[in-house]
């Protein structure tokens, strides 16, 4: 990974202490960042990550970026324990796979609620937080099934493509502020989040990779470090896209 300052900069991670999350909070705790991970749930993932990350500077906070109430009583917090916020990452998102047909509508309106609704609330405090310093980076993990679609992810494609759209929008809005807008879209990647895929499915989706591999955690946080920085500052609005060629 190339070596980044961050010194400076305060981060909020949604969705931070697992998989894809939890490696964007590593490097930039390992770049001088302080850092704010969020999770909804589980316990175990986080108190590991607090306990393996003793003495770094690593706040955790458990709510659901689906309630804009309980948003808003994350960021009185934050505000508590951070004096700025230059980066915010939008990574909190779940998959309930069915085809439409025999979707629940509780299935649908979860995915949309965590992964976009989700992307509003934190986006919208996150942007209060930035507005006065006239700076700040937001980066949401969207996914090429929002672009692709993929069978069996109707709801999971149509949250992902609202969080590009939605990032263009906002983009527009806040760069007078010098505040940069990109998504960054992994492909398959070695998470929690496609282990209960089938043997047999794992074998197809790798073989449509031109690098014939997942991509790793890692892959993703190099980017999102990249969109971070100030090296990044012309780029805004846009998806960059970390697939290994898909």
């Known amino acids: 990974m190339m070596k980044y300052d961050y010194s ?18 590593e490097a930039f705790l390992d770049s001088g960042a302080r850092v704010a991970a969020t999770y909804s749930g589980n316990e175990e993932h986080a108190r590991k990550l607090e306990e393996e990350r003793k003495g770094f ?15 808003e009583e994350f960021f009185r917090q934050y505000d508590q324990d951070f004096n700025s916020l230059e980066v915010l990452v939008n990574n909190a998102g779940i998959r309930r796979d069915s085809v439409v047909g025999m979707m629940p509508q509780e299935d649908w309106n979860a995915v949309l609620a965590v992964n976009l609704t989700g992307t509003y609330n934190m986006s919208k405090l996150g942007i209060m937080r930035m507005l006065p310093n006239r700076f700040g980076r937001i980066i949401s993990i ?10 069996g992810q109707a709801n999971y494609a149509a949250s992902k493509a609202g969080q590009v759209g939605f990032t263009r929008s906002l983009s527009k809005e806040v760069g007078k502020r010098k505040i940069t807008v990109n998504c960054v879209s992994p492909g398959y990647i070695d998470t ?18 031109p690098l014939k591999r997942f991509g790793k955690p890692a892959d ?18 846009t998806t960059l896209e970390v697939t290994g060629g898909i």
């Open 8 to 25: 400076n900069y305060h981060v909020i991670v949604s969705g931070g202490t697992r998989g894809i999350g939890r490696a964007i909070v």
């Open 57 to 71: 500077p690593l706040k955790i906070y458990k709510f659901d970026v689906s309630s804009y109430t309980e948003t």
């Open 142 to 151: 969207t996914s090429p099934s929002g672009s692709m679609g993929i069978e």
């Open 192 to 209: 929690e989040l496609i282990a209960d895929l089938p043997a047999e499915l794992v074998k197809q989706y790798k073989s449509q990779v």
């Open 220 to 237: 993703v946080a190099n980017a999102v470090m990249f969109l971070s920085s100030k090296e990044a500052e012309y780029i805004s609005g």
